[in-house]
């Protein structure tokens, strides 16, 4: 009996194509989905090895609280060996993995003082600036901390790559993202132009299954995301701001909700998907704490890619021409009319 004149009810229906939550990242960055022509395969490549020195950070953060469990105090272990501090391991697995295919050429990370030239070979096509772990000081009280990535073209007929490559405007980044060790390990994702993904790790089988498919941030959100301990050091337009956001107008949406987890990823993914505001602004004539290359603009690039705005409270973080690789700046990030409200404080015109 030929299978198609088979009368029994086949239960198996054609798999719904349209929807591509569940594929994998390698698949999604593979087949282009990203919005970069799948031809470019030094871009692919590159996106994938992120993906997997994620999943090896992966494993190293979650044993981490054990470690501490098991007596590893970050200082020595049992063996006597040295344990190097977590975000010292992220940082030399990711600049092991991202040196392994030859397609990254330099590397700025939190973790190094100067640039980290990995190839001087021709092919070698990008930059990347990293925070290997963001917020690693949370981890001995477990709560979610995270890795900042952004990826920059090499300038081009250069062997090596130098300082210049890095002192760029953040808008020229043709990928950013983050990975967020929460209840679980989240990879998020753009190329700016196909979009904001999400990937969720099933460390059951190793892979990143897409499950946040193009990320939008609301037009307002109904949270504010700041530091409220450091208000005396606000300039004094921030302190009418934040009391602002805080008056009981029912009619006007406010007060707004306060949450602050102290771990930048944190504070940023809830924003970024609910809405809202997160602040880290400049203090008493500094210029904050976070930083422009692998902080900031790896946000900015995203949070912009996903219909939000960043800015340093006056001018658009993308912009920004840095002058130091680890220079810092104030960072306003969110739904784009809760920035307004926010940039209209600082101009004075509230
Ligand atoms: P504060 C963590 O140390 C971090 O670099 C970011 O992850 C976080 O947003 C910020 O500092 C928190 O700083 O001054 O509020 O403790």
């Known amino acids: 009996m030929s299978l198609f004149s088979d009368q029994r009810n086949l239960s198996w229906n054609p798999p719904d194509t349209s929807s591509r939550i569940g594929i994998t990242l390698e698949t999604y960055i593979l087949e282009g989905m990203l919005g970069f022509p799948a031809a470019t395969g030094a871009f692919t490549s590159l996106l994938n090895q992120i993906g997997l020195a994620a999943k090896l950070v992966t494993s190293k953060v979650r044993r981490a609280g054990l470690a501490n469990v098991l007596g590893y105090t970050g200082q020595t272990n049992v063996q006597g060996e040295i344990v190097q501090k977590l975000d010292e391991v992220a940082n030399e697995t990711l600049l092991s993995v991202l040196g392994r295919r030859g397609h990254c050429a330099a590397v700025v990370s939190e973790e190094l003082g100067e640039m980290r030239i990995l190839s001087t070979d021709p092919r070698a096509k990008y930059v990347v600036v990293v925070d290997p772990l963001d917020g690693s000081s949370n981890i001995d009280v477990n709560i979610s901390i995270g890795t900042i990535f952004g990826v920059l073209r090499k300038g081009d007929g250069k062997l090596g790559a130098d300082p210049s490559d890095f002192l760029r405007p953040g808008r020229d980044l043709v990928a950013a993202g983050y990975v967020l060790y929460g209840s679980s390990t989240l990879l998020v994702l753009t190329t700016g132009l196909g979009g904001v993904h999400g990937f969720t790790y099933d460390p059951t089988v190793g892979e990143f299954f897409l499950s946040h498919e193009n990320i939008r941030i609301p037009e307002r959100g109904a949270t504010f995301s700041i530091n409220e301990g ?110 307004d409200d926010f940039e209209q404080f600082l101009r004075g015109e509230r």
């Open 230 to 339: 450091h208000s005396a050091r606000w300039p004094e337009a921030v302190r009418r701001w934040n009391a602002w956001i805080k008056e009981e107008r029912k009619e006007e949406g406010r007060p707004y909700g306060a949450r602050y987890v102290g771990s930048l990823v944190a504070d940023a993914h809830r924003t970024l998907l609910k809405g809202g505001i997160f602040a880290y602004p400049a203090d008493r004539g500094g210029q904050g704490k976070l930083r422009l290359l692998y902080e900031a603009n790896p946000f900015a690039f995203l949070f912009e890619a996903a219909g939000g705005k960043a800015s340093t409270g006056s001018d658009r973080i993308l912009d920004l021409v840095p002058k130091s690789l680890h220079e810092r700046v104030p960072l306003i990030l969110g739904s784009p009319r809760d920035v």
